[in-house]
């Protein structure tokens, strides 16, 4: 059974750093590209990070570019997200994905992320 | 950046209805369209990838069509469970942008 359980939420003030985390169970993890998607309370979903099978390509929107790094440890079957200069509009439920085909066709369950003082 | 327009903002549909939700692409995407649902409080299922196969698990009532830059999805015989969001996704070029959704309500 897939399964992808990300950690690392939580409160952070503007400007600070956080850094989420996804381990990956169930399939062959260095086998696939990788996405974190965003959902800011009440509202839809944004893609904010992809990462190719080796690590060595990634892709950002300019929302994020600069200051969110998407990685990976095959190894450990785990997918990161380094968000650094936090802002208020970072807000949101982020979501771990499997991409196939480019469509993300296993989800975690989410993890909450507030940027408040 | 790629824009998805997608349509209507929400719906009210009674069971066993035929339900459509289209997107329109602002450019050619060829197939790289998905279809998710969202149901309240959890995370988004992949319904349909490639504009029209059918992921797996997936009740064959829910179908997905193409014709140029617009993408459908039809869902031919609703149901309770069916009841959420719907969202469509172009993974054709960066920024893999969503439509703002659909909100599929019992009437």
Known sequence: EVQLVESGGGLVQPGRSLKLSCAASGFTFSNYYMAWVRQAPKKGLEWVATISTSGSRTYYPDSVKGRFTISRDNAKSSLYLQMNSLKSEDTATYYCARTLLGALDYWGQGVMVTVSS | ?107
Request: hydrophobic fraction near 35%; include cysteine.
């Open chain 2, 1 to 107: 950046d790629i824009q998805m327009t997608q349509s209507p903002a929400s719906l009210s549909a009674s069971l066993e209805e035929i339900v459509t939700i289209t997107c329109q692409a602002s450019q050619d995407i060829g197939n790289w369209l998905a279809w998710y649902q969202q149901k309240p409080g959890k995370s988004p299922q992949l319904l349909i990838y490639g504009a029209t196969s059918l992921a797996d698990g997936v009740p064959s009532r829910f179908s997905g069509s193409r014709s140029g830059t617009q993408y459908s999805l039809k869902i031919s015989r609703l149901q309770v469970e069916d009841i959420g969001i719907y969202y469509c996704q172009q993974a054709s070029s960066a920024p893999y942008t969503f439509g703002a959704g659909t909100k599929l309500e019992l009437k």
